[in-house]
C-alpha cells in the first residue's frame, strides 16, 4: 500500500514536471511573456523592471527555473482585470465551483440510483424502458444544450426557477455557502440539474447493469430461500454489491464534473472558477490562465491519487501491487 | 444427407460472400440504424450543397435587412421570402445560418476524427508492434492524455495558443488520438501472436509493411465503431468550444456560436434563433450514434453467432 501511494506520488510529480513544462512553454515560448505578465498600461521603466524581475532576459531553462520558483512559493503573478494575484482570485472562486460540483454529483445519485435499481429489477416494465431511452439522452446530448432547454422551460416559459448567478449565500458551520439560504438553493438547482445529467444517465445504466447481474447471483437465491423479503435482499445484500462499482464511478467523475462545470458555470453565470478561466481567456488576462492551469492540475492528480487508493480500500479483490499505477 | 448437403452449401455461399455485404446485410437489420444513416447521409447533402439549397448568403452583408432582424418563424422578409425558421438579430434567415454553420461543424469534426484517427492509429500499433519500453511510454502517456477530462485539455489548448479554425481542429485531435491509440493496441497486440505475422516477418518484409498492410486490416473493425462515435464527440465539443465563445471565429459561424447569438435573445422569449440550430445539432450527433450503435452490435465478435 505504502509502496503503491510513494510510486503513485511519484508519478503525479511527473506529470505535474511535465504539465508545468507544457504550460511553460506555450506561455513563454509560443506567447510573449512580455505580454502575459505585464500590463499592457505599464510604462517603459515598469516594463524593464519587470522584465528583470521576471528574469526573462536569462537564457529559456533559467527563465523556467524562476517560472517554477514563483510557482512553487504561489506567485503566478497578478490578474490584469481585477490586480490581485492570480493564485487569490482563483481560490476566491473555487468555493462556488465545489458547491456546484457536490450538489451535482448528489443529484445524480438521488436520482441515477434509484432509476437504475428500478430498471434492474423490473427490466421489461414500461418505465424501465423510458428510463433506459432517457439515458441515452443523457449522454448523447451536448451539456451546453440541455442547460439551455433547462433555461427556456423552467426560468423563461415557466418562470419557478432562477436562471443566473449564485443568488444570496448564508453561513452554515462557518462556511460560506449557497445551502444556507432558499435563494441560494434556488439558484442552485438548475445548474446542478445540468451538471448532473451526464451522470445521472451512467449510474443509472451502472445500477441497473449492476442488479440485473446480482439478482442471478446464488446468494439472491439463498437469501430468499431462508425466507427474506424481495425489499431486504435488494436493499441490503444486492445494493452493497453494487456500490462498489457505482463509488469508483463517482470519483473518477467528479474530476470529469469539475472540469464540465467550465460550461455549465457560463451557461448560468455561476461565478465559479470556470466561468473566471473562460472569462480571462476572452479577456487575455493570462496570469490567471497560467494559474488556473496549474491549479487544476494539481487537482486532477489529486483526485485520480485518491480514486485509485479508495478504489483498494474498497474492493479488497484488486491488489494495489498488482496495478502498474 | 440432404440437409447436411444443404449446410455445407450454405457455408460455401456464406464464405463467398464479400464481407462488406454481410456487414450491409446485418446492419439493415435494425431499422433505428438505417434511418440514422439515411438522416446523416441527408445532413451531408445539406451541408454540401449549402450555397446551392440555402435562401440566402448569411455571409453577404449585402442580403441582410436590419428591419428582418428577429422575425418570428413564418414571417415574410422585406424581399418577400418567408422566414421558415425565423431570422437572428442581424435580419439573417436562420435556416441558411444553419446549413452554413452545419457545413463548418461537419467539416471541423470530420477532419480532426480523421486526423487524430490516422495519428492514434499510428501510434497504437507502434506500441503493440515494438512491444517493450515504446511500448511502455507511449502507453503511459495514453493514460496520462485518458486521466483528464476532454474539455480541459481542448480549454488548454486554446488557452495556449488562442481560437482559429486550425487551432480548435489541433484541440480537437490532441483530445481523441488516445483513444484511438489505445483501441487499435488492444486489437493489434492479438493479430501480432498470430501465424500470418510470423509468416510475413518470415518473408523479411519491412515493419511498415507488416504493420500497415497486414495488421492494420485486422483491427479496422473496432476503429470503425470508435471512430463513428468519435465523429459526433467531436462535433460535439467543437460546439461546445464554440458556444463558450473560445472556438470557430465569429466570421464562419458554426452550430455552436449560432446557439451562443441567440442565447441572449432567448431570455426575452425569442426561442427560435438558439433552438432551431440546437435541433440541427442534435439531429446529427443523434444520427451518428445510432450508425455508431449498431456498427458496434455487428462489428462486436463476441455478439457474433
Redesign the interface.
Known amino acids: 500500500m505504502t509502496v503503491f501511494i510513494l510510486r503513485r506520488l511519484m508519478q503525479s510529480f511527473v506529470?505535474l514536471f511535465?504539465m508545468s513544462l507544457l504550460?511553460f512553454v506555450?506561455?513563454y515560448a509560443?506567447?510573449d511573456p512580455v505580454e502575459i505578465f505585464i500590463s499592457p498600461e505599464a510604462d517603459q521603466i515598469e516594463r524593464e523592471r519587470a522584465i528583470a524581475a521576471l528574469g526573462l532576459d536569462k537564457p529559456l531553462w533559467a527563465q523556467y527555473v524562476y517560472f517554477l520558483q514563483g510557482a512553487l512559493s504561489g506567485d503566478l503573478g497578478r490578474s490584469f482585470r481585477f490586480s490581485i494575484p492570480a493564485l487569490e482570485l482563483i481560490m476566491q472562486r473555487l468555493p462556488a465551483t465545489l458547491e456546484l460540483t457536490v450538489a451535482a454529483m448528489i443529484l445524480s445519485l438521488a436520482i441515477g440510483l434509484p432509476a437504475g435499481i428500478y430498471a434492474g429489477f423490473r427490466p421489461e416494465s414500461r418505465l424501465s424502458k423510458v428510463i433506459m431511452a432517457g439515458s441515452i439522452f443523457g449522454f448523447?446530448?451536448?451539456?451546453?444544450?440541455v442547460g439551455?432547454?433547462l433555461?427556456?422551460v423552467f426560468?423563461?416559459e415557466l418562470g419557478w426557477l432562477p436562471?443566473t448567478g449564485r443568488g444570496e449565500v448564508g453561513t452554515i458551520l462557518g462556511v460560506t455557502t449557497s445551502f444556507a439560504t432558499v435563494s441560494g438553493i434556488q439558484h442552485l438547482i438548475l445548474p446542478a440539474l445540468n451538471l448532473s445529467f451526464f451522470n445521472m444517465a451512467l449510474i443509472t445504466r451502472l445500477t441497473r447493469a449492476g442488479v440485473r447481474e446480482n439478482m442471478l447471483m446464488d446468494y439472491v437465491k439463498y437469501a430468499r430461500a431462508k425466507g427474506l423479503g424481495m425489499r431486504r435482499v435488494m436493499f441490503v445484500h444486492v445494493f452493497k454489491n453494487i456500490l462498489i462499482p457505482i463509488v469508483t464511478v463517482v470519483g473518477i467523475q467528479m474530476?470529469?464534473v469539475l472540469?464540465?462545470a467550465?460550461?455549465t458555470e457560463?451557461?448560468f453565470a455561476w461565478p465559479g472558477m470556470g466561468k473566471l478561466?473562460?472569462d480571462s481567456?476572452?479577456n487575455l488576462d493570462r496570469p490567471v490562465?497560467v494559474a488556473?492551469?496549474l491549479v487544476?492540475v494539481i487537482m486532477?492528480i489529486v483526485i485520480?491519487l485518491v480514486v485509485d487508493v479508495l478504489y483498494s480500500v474498497l474492493d479488497p479483490r484488486v491488489r494495489l501491487q498488482d496495478m502498474k499505477g | 444427407m440432404a440437409t447436411l448437403a444443404k449446410e455445407a452449401a450454405d457455408a460455401a455461399k456464406a464464405e463467398g460472400e464479400a464481407p462488406w455485404r454481410r456487414l450491409v446485410n446485418d446492419f439493415c437489420r435494425s431499422p433505428l440504424a438505417v434511418f440514422g444513416l439515411v438522416v446523416f447521409l441527408i445532413v451531408v447533402l445539406v451541408a454540401v450543397f449549402a450555397s446551392q439549397i440555402s435562401p440566402q448568403n448569411p455571409y453577404d452583408l449585402n442580403q441582410l435587412d436590419i428591419m428582418d432582424s428577429r422575425q418570428p418563424p413564418g414571417e415574410r422578409s422585406a424581399d418577400g421570402y418567408v422566414f421558415w425558421l425565423g431570422s437572428d438579430g442581424q435580419g439573417r434567415d436562420m435556416l441558411s445560418a444553419i446549413f452554413y454553420g452545419l457545413r463548418i461543424s461537419l467539416a471541423v469534426g470530420v477532419s480532426s476524427a480523421v486526423i487524430a484517427l490516422a495519428l492514434g492509429t499510428t501510434i497504437g500499433l507502434m506500441a503493440a508492434y515494438f512491444g517493450g519500453r515504446v511500448d511502455t511510454l507511449l502507453m503511459r502517456a495514453v493514460d496520462?492524455k485518458l486521466?483528464?477530462?476532454s474539455?480541459?485539455i481542448a480549454?488548454?489548448i486554446?488557452?495556449?495558443?488562442g481560437s482559429g479554425v486550425w487551432k480548435i481542429v489541433l484541440a480537437l485531435v490532441v483530445v481523441q488520438w488516445a483513444l484511438y491509440a489505445r483501441t487499435v493496441r488492444g486489437s493489434a497486440l492479438v493479430e501480432r501472436r498470430k501465424e500470418y505475422v510470423e509468416a510475413a516477418r518470415c518473408l523479411a518484409l519491412s515493419h511498415s509493411r507488416i504493420v500497415f498492410r497486414h495488421i492494420l486490416p485486422n483491427c479496422l473493425p473496432p476503429l470503425i465503431v470508435v471512430g463513428t462515435v468519435q465523429v459526433?464527440n467531436s462535433i460535439?465539443l467543437e460546439?461546445?468550444l464554440s458556444?463558450?465563445?473560445?472556438g470557430l471565429p465569429i466570421t464562419e459561424p458554426s452550430l455552436?456560436l449560432l446557439?451562443a447569438n441567440g442565447?441572449e435573445y432567448?431570455?426575452s422569449?425569442q426561442?427560435w434563433i438558439?433552438?432551431f440550430p440546437?435541433v440541427a445539432?442534435?439531429i446529427t450527433?443523434?444520427s451518428i450514434?445510432l450508425v455508431g450503435d449498431q456498427l458496434r452490435d455487428i462489428l462486436n465478435p463476441r455478439l457474433q453467432k
Open positions: 506529470v511535465i504550460v506555450g506561455v509560443i506567447g448523447s446530448l451536448p451539456s451546453f444544450w439551455l432547454m433555461i427556456l426560468a423563461v436562471s474530476g470529469q472540469a464540465f467550465v460550461v457560463q451557461i478561466i473562460i481567456i476572452s490562465i488556473y492551469l487544476v486532477f485520480n | 496520462i486521466s483528464f477530462p474539455i480541459l480549454l488548454i486554446v488557452a495556449v495558443l459526433a460535439a460546439a461546445t458556444f463558450l465563445g473560445i455552436g446557439i442565447f432567448m431570455l422569449g426561442y438558439s433552438v440546437g445539432l442534435l450527433i443523434v450514434n
